[in-house]
């Protein structure tokens, strides 16, 4: 399977992205997306993940803020990140496995090549 993460960018605080991620190659519908992030000189950190049947898992940092969804239809999953702060700058990762969601990243099979957000002060 090939997974395509778009929609990083430069944004101040308080702003939104909204970070994509196609699926390509597999049947997506019975696969657990993830994002991950890892900062400079930090550990890669789960984020959110939807399982195959919608469940969602969310990390403390990111609760009420980012949204983790996915359109089977269109072999995608997206995360809406809303209230953004300078410490959600990152690298984004998606991931994918089968059916359910894990938060260690080594349980993830098929990585995309991430996509760079940062937040301004």
């Known amino acids: 399977v090939q997974l395509q993460a778009s929609g990083g960018g430069l944004v101040q605080a308080g702003g939104s992205l909204r970070l994509s991620c196609a699926a390509s190659?597999?049947?997506?519908?019975?696969?657990?997306v993830a994002w991950f992030r890892q900062a400079p000189g930090k550990e890669r950190e789960f984020v959110a993940g939807?399982?195959?049947?919608?469940?969602?898992i969310y990390a403390d940092s990111v609760k009420g803020r980012f949204t983790i969804s996915r359109d089977n239809a269109k072999n995608t999953a997206y995360l809406q990140m809303n209230s953004l702060k300078p410490e959600d700058t990152a690298v984004y990762y998606c991931?994918?496995?089968?059916?359910?969601?894990?938060?260690?990243?080594?349980?993830?099979?098929?990585w995309g090549q991430g996509t760079e957000v940062t937040v301004s002060s």
């Open positions: 991931a994918a496995r089968s059916r359910f969601i894990v938060t260690p990243p080594m349980a993830y099979e098929y």
């Open positions: 190659g597999r049947t997506f519908s019975t696969d657990a």
């Open positions: 939807i399982s195959w049947i919608y469940s969602t």
